[in-house]
């Protein structure tokens, strides 16, 4: 019988301590590295559908609510064939 056999195993990784949950949800914070907001920006993002502020673009939720010129249009043969082969068989 081999010697470690007898001994049993241990193993190598040691733990330090038992884990302690919080009891309740932390306060939200913003990351250290981010940057601050506008003042007005949590009333805006609240604001289901389509937003105009003065923050940026309008935000669309679906693509029918945009100006139809950021519609999907249909891809012709060459086009789906230049996607497809990641753009090789044009050479």
Do not use: C, Q
């Not at 010697?3 to 250290?32: E, N, V």
């Not at 996607?83 to 068989?89: K, N, V």
């Amino acid at each position: 019988m081999h010697p470690s056999a007898r001994l049993g195993y241990t193993p190598l990784i040691k733990f330090i301590g038992k884990r302690s949950w919080p009891s309740g949800p932390s306060t939200p914070h913003a990351h250290p590295a981010g940057v601050t907001l506008p003042a007005g920006f949590s009333k805006s993002a609240a604001t289901p559908g389509l937003s105009k502020s003065s923050l940026g673009p309008a935000i669309f939720n679906e693509f029918w609510e945009a100006p139809k010129r950021f519609w999907m249009r249909e891809l012709s043969a060459d086009e789906m064939i230049a996607i497809e082969t990641g753009g090789a068989s044009k050479w």
